[in-house]
């Protein structure tokens, strides 16, 4: 089934150490996206990608990094996680940038 | 930037129509999305306006006003299964979304 593959589907972590999300899609979608979900704040772009070899940041880029090295891949590094960090991770994609975006099913990561 | 709000909670009987508005404040306007989100799974695309008036798709309508800054989300025919959090979502200049805090229906037989 085509879509949006996140891994891994929750993960604890302890603080201080390096984590990278994985994000796959098979739809050949342009652009791609990262976000965190907390509650009572809703969903904030970490960074994006509206085309392979190119990165953006978003609203919240402190302590996470991205790379797009090919169309289908767009993975998301927290090179020394704090307990800030904890948090439901959603990628996303879309065909193009104007295009509406289409949701992983979510990395649930707590840090201690 | 962008502020988005729209209300935290709604409780409506099976049957019934529900309607989710959304404020908004922009500096630059290109789109307003709605999304679907049950719990502890992804939110899932619904309606996009761009243009002021009604979009409807069976049981949901989404209307918008540019002027005024303000959409909502109509929701026909309740039934159980659109218990959910409902997402307003508005697009900038550059195509980056930014969401509201999301409304929480919960429908009561």
């Known amino acids: 089934i085509a879509g949006i593959t996140q891994a891994p589907t929750s993960q604890i972590l302890a603080a201080g150490r390096r984590m990278t999300l994985r994000c796959t899609q098979d739809m050949r979608h342009n652009a791609m996206y990262w976000y965190r979900q907390d509650l009572g704040l809703g969903l904030r772009l970490i960074h994006y990608s509206n085309t392979a070899g190119t990165t953006g940041k978003g609203e919240v880029p402190d302590g996470y990094s991205v790379s797009r090295a090919n169309t289908d891949d767009f993975p998301l590094t927290l090179a020394s996680a704090v307990p800030s960090q904890t948090s439901v991770y959603f990628c996303?994609?879309?065909?193009?940038?104007?295009?509406?975006?289409?949701f992983g099913d979510g990395t649930r990561l707590s840090i201690l | 930037g962008q502020n988005i709000d729209q209300p935290t909670e709604m409780t409506a009987t099976e049957g019934a129509i529900v309607q989710i508005n959304c404020t908004y404040q922009t500096s630059g306007f290109n789109g307003l999305f709605w999304y679907q989100q049950h719990a502890g799974e992804a939110p899932t695309f619904l309606s996009y306006n761009v243009l002021d008036g009604l979009e409807e798709k069976g049981r949901f309508s989404s209307f918008l006003s540019r002027s005024k800054g303000y959409s909502y989300l109509l929701l026909k025919e309740l039934q159980m299964k659109d218990s959910a959090s409902y997402l307003c979502a508005v697009r900038d200049r550059d195509y980056k979304l930014s969401f509201g805090a999301g409304t929480t229906v919960t429908v009561r037989a």
């Open positions: 996303a994609s879309s065909e193009s940038e104007n295009q509406p975006q289409h």
